[in-house]
């Protein structure tokens, strides 16, 4: 079992940044990839990116590939999403998810994740 909790949401003017943080409890952080995603008003779910259980490699979505960086602290037990030149397309629901079922599994996913957060809200205003 994982709980995972985000945070760092808000509203944020086009051309700005944000740092979103997901904080994990329960089974052992460093043993299972992380994923964040995003749900805005009337469209499915979608993958942002993921990063691997040891940190050392990730992956993004086109739409926010060289404007959104993951990174993670397996001492902590957290991994953030830094988003910066945001645009209002950027705005939804945004969710941190773990790979437990694909526990040490050398790789990284769009799908499949099986624990999630409960989500924070990012708006971006034009």
């Known amino acids: 079992q994982v709980q995972l909790v985000e945070s760092g949401g808000g509203l944020v003017q086009a051309g700005g940044s944000l740092r979103l943080s997901c904080a994990a409890s329960?089974?052992?952080?460093?043993?299972?990839?992380m994923g964040w995603f995003r749900q805005a008003p009337g469209k499915e779910r979608e993958f942002v990116g993921a990063?691997?259980?040891?940190?050392?490699?990730?992956l993004y979505a086109n739409s926010v590939k060289g404007r959104f960086t993951i990174s993670r602290d397996n001492a902590k037990n957290t991994v953030d999403l830094q988003m910066n030149s945001l645009k209002p397309e950027d705005t939804a629901v945004y969710y941190c998810?773990?790979?437990?079922?694909?526990?040490?599994?050398?790789?990284?996913?769009?799908?499949?994740?099986?624990?999630w957060g409960q989500g924070t809200q990012v708006t971006v205003s034009s």
């Open positions: 998810a773990a790979d437990l079922r694909r526990e040490r599994r050398v790789g990284l996913f769009k799908t499949g994740y099986d624990y």
């Open positions: 990063i691997t259980w040891s940190g050392g490699s990730t």
């Open positions: 329960g089974r052992t952080f460093s043993t299972y990839a």
